[in-house]
């Protein structure tokens, strides 16, 4: 038993990646409706410094976002794409991180 354990390890090594997916859509929509409440917008009357915070808020938002999607494929093992971009087939099989994403983001 113990002489299939190199064998097992070199197997688990050179296994492709799983797909997993995040909903990417939903998390910048969330982060969207958060900005617009923070900043204060109302139907349109936005102010230069309104905007150059909302871009700034933006920017810093689009960076955790990448970077928590790199580090969850790191440690998933799991190749991550957008939920959007699955067309066909039985999505219920792929495991979604949207929620861990989230978390990650928020920290």
Avoid: W
Avoid at 52 to 62: D, G, H, I, Q, V
């Amino acid at each position: 038993m113990l002489a299939l354990v190199p064998v097992v390890y070199v197997a688990y090594q050179h296994a492709p990646p799983s797909l997993a997916t995040v909903d990417v859509q939903k998390l910048v929509e969330e982060d969207q409706q958060r900005l617009l409440s923070l900043i204060g917008a109302k139907a349109g009357n936005v102010t230069d410094l309104q905007r150059a915070s909302a871009e700034k808020l933006s920017a810093e938002f689009a960076r955790r976002l990448s970077a928590a999607v790199d580090q969850l494929g790191q440690e998933c093992r799991c190749v991550l794409i957008n939920k959007a971009a699955l067309l066909s087939g039985s999505a219920s099989a792929v495991h979604d991180y949207t929620d861990s994403v989230r978390a990650r983001i928020r920290q």
